[in-house]
């Protein structure tokens, strides 16, 4: 599923991105129609399924039909567009996961046919050519560049070895005794390390992650606002304003795509407290 945007069948591109059309059009390998998947991890931004018509003189979002817009981890976002009336089973708010259906290809809005209208945004909403970015996502995924795993080199010391006995002249030794005498050895050295070891208790551990982030996994709606005060913190402005600046936003105007990307932190026990 590396790169690809259709369940069943490899994608074959209708019209590529340009400077006056900056998406790429697509549909299933010879023409065929198939599920929409979600090109990477992510939340759903935005999820339009009410549309039931095609309508050549839509603009702006109205022209795209219905449509499912993602946010991903990294920022960027993913756009699927002239979906089937009724097709689309995500909505606002929900999870996604790399390959999850999300629609089926229609053609509502302002479309000419069924097919797929595709685009890839910036953080900051800025299109750029997904076929790039699906170039990158297939190359990354690609087994010569996924990082192995060194092997652990042996031991040249071997492992359990018993005592050598010699037998010249001198009386052989008991082999239990001496493999007994050394457990008991062992035991007490191992017990007297313990007991000088500092102990770090595993609730001493969570507090100190939990000063450094704000965390609320079972929050499942769409509010940053509700997603704090789940968790006890404050939601007014002034401190998600604090928040986002510690995370990365300076311009804090409490925009949904502000408040989408906080929230998605918050959810993923990534968001920094202020």
């Known amino acids: 599923m590396d790169g690809q945007v259709l369940m069943n069948a490899e994608e074959l591109i209708t019209q590529n991105y340009s400077s006056s059309h900056k998406a790429i059009d697509l549909v299933g390998e010879g023409h065929s129609i198939d599920d929409v998947v979600a090109v990477s991890d992510g ?3 935005v999820a339009v399924n009410t549309v039931k018509t095609t ?6 979002t109205a022209s795209y039909g219905n449509y499912v817009k993602i946010i ?6 993913s756009l699927y567009a002239h979906m089937k009336y009724g097709s689309v089973s995500v909505k606002a708010g929900d999870h996604v996961t790399k390959g999850q259906k999300i629609g089926h ?3 509502t ?11 890839i945004r910036t953080s900051n909403d800025v299109r750029v050519n997904p076929t790039t970015y699906l170039e990158k996502q297939v190359a990354a995924n690609k087994p010569e560049n996924i990082p192995k795993e060194e092997p652990k080199p042996e031991s040249s010391k071997p492992q359990n070895e018993e005592p050598k006995i010699t037998t010249n002249n001198v009386t052989t030794p008991d082999v239990k005794k001496v493999t007994d005498a050394q457990a008991k050895s062992n035991s007490v050295v191992q017990n007297t390390q313990k007991q000088n070891e500092p102990t770090v208790s595993t609730s001493a551990k969570a507090e100190t992650n939990s000063t450094e ?16 005060k789940g968790i006890g913190v404050d939601s007014s402005f002034d401190y998600r304003e604090e928040i986002a ?5 300076d311009n804090y105007m409490g925009t949904y795509d502000q408040n989408v990307h906080l929230l998605f932190l918050l959810k993923h026990g990534k968001l920094k407290k202020a």
């Not at 991903?72 to 976002?77: A, M």
Request: hydrophobic residues 30%; aromatic residues 8%.
């Open 55 to 60: 309508n050549t003189n839509a603009r702006g």
């Open 245 to 249: 600046h510690a995370n990365g936003i």
């Open 105 to 107: 290809m229609g053609n």
């Open 213 to 228: 982030f704000l965390s609320n996994p079972n929050y499942k709606y769409g509010s940053i606002v509700d997603g704090l």
């Open 43 to 45: 939340i759903v931004e």
């Open 109 to 119: 809005g302002n479309a000419h046919g069924i097919h797929l209208h595709f685009e």
């Open 72 to 77: 991903h981890n990294d920022g960027t976002k």
